[in-house]
């Protein structure tokens, strides 16, 4: 059997193909439907931008068969070069600073509980802090933090901030974070137990972080509920893996990590 083609429109009414040329700066071009002739000055979004001899502009779509060159009709399609340029931005949501070389450490610090919080950190603002010359260090915990905060010396030119895990009111870490009373060191924090809960359930792939029965290990238990090997050191980086953005994080880890590198940074 002779096989159709589902096209019955006839090979002499089929327009011809005509070239593909990129709409590089400086390419003179006619836009046939206006008659306008110019050099090509920009070209985002599907358009592109023509001026002409007397340097009047004109933005024109960039329609297949669309513009005349040396009185053939082309079609004009974005050069590789022309993606338009934006601002590019950190993990962290800020504006990059190309080619910024990292800041002596200030005197200021600060300080995180845990080696997880310690990476999570850095994951989303460690450009951020290069730039400002903040170091992040970890405590191990957050019960002797009186004492660490007494023994570090806050002062004008040495800012101390703290974010604290679980820092809900009535709480234990809210008592040790009342007795820090320098006005030179901020204790903030968030509502979730560790620092895991602070990254997005969909951004790891899972509905929503398990409820862990009092008295049984977190982490282990999070393992446990979402059948992942109990290796929490192995789950965390499953989970840091997953993190590319401040897009990744909840709302209340971010407002108090900026809050606290604000503080820190704050003209002495």
């Excluded at 089929?14 to 000055?41: Q, R, S």
């Excluded at 001026?51 to 009185?71: A, C, N």
């Excluded at 079609?75 to 002596?104: C, D, M, Q």
Aim: hydrophobic content about 40%; aromatic content about 6%.
């Amino acid at each position: 059997m002779r096989q159709y083609s589902p096209d019955l429109t006839p090979p002499w009414k089929k327009p011809k193909p005509v070239p593909e040329v990129p709409a590089d700066p400086g390419l003179v071009v006619e836009e046939p439907g206006t008659g306008f002739c110019g050099a090509v000055i920009g070209c985002e979004a599907g358009t592109v931008t023509l001026e002409d001899r007397f340097g009047k502009h004109r933005v024109f779509p960039m329609e297949p068969r669309g513009f005349l060159l040396e009185g053939r009709v082309v079609t004009l399609v974005r050069p590789a070069s022309a993606a338009p340029v934006r601002p590019s931005r950190t993990a962290s949501g800020s504006v990059a600073v190309p080619g910024a070389r990292a800041r002596v450490a200030r005197a200021g610090r600060i300080y995180v509980e845990g080696r997880h919080d310690a990476e999570l950190v850095e994951r989303v603002w460690g450009d951020d802090l290069r730039v400002e010359g903040v170091v992040v260090e970890y405590l191990e915990g957050v019960d002797d933090l009186p004492a660490i905060v007494e023994e570090f010396v806050p002062g004008p030119d040495a800012r101390l901030g703290v974010l604290v895990d679980h820092l809900v009111p009535g709480s234990k870490e809210s008592r040790i974070a009342a007795a820090v009373t320098s006005e030179h060191a901020l204790v903030l924090g968030h509502p979730y137990i560790d620092i895991w809960e602070a990254v997005k359930p969909s951004s790891v792939g899972i509905a929503g972080w398990p409820r862990v029965p009092r008295g049984e290990d977190w982490k282990t238990g999070v393992c446990r509920a979402l059948g992942w090997p109990e290796n929490t050191g192995a789950a965390w980086q499953h989970i840091l893996s997953r993190v590319h953005s401040y897009k990744d994080l909840q709302p209340e880890l971010l407002g108090r990590v900026e809050e606290l590198i604000d503080f820190v940074t704050a003209p002495e």
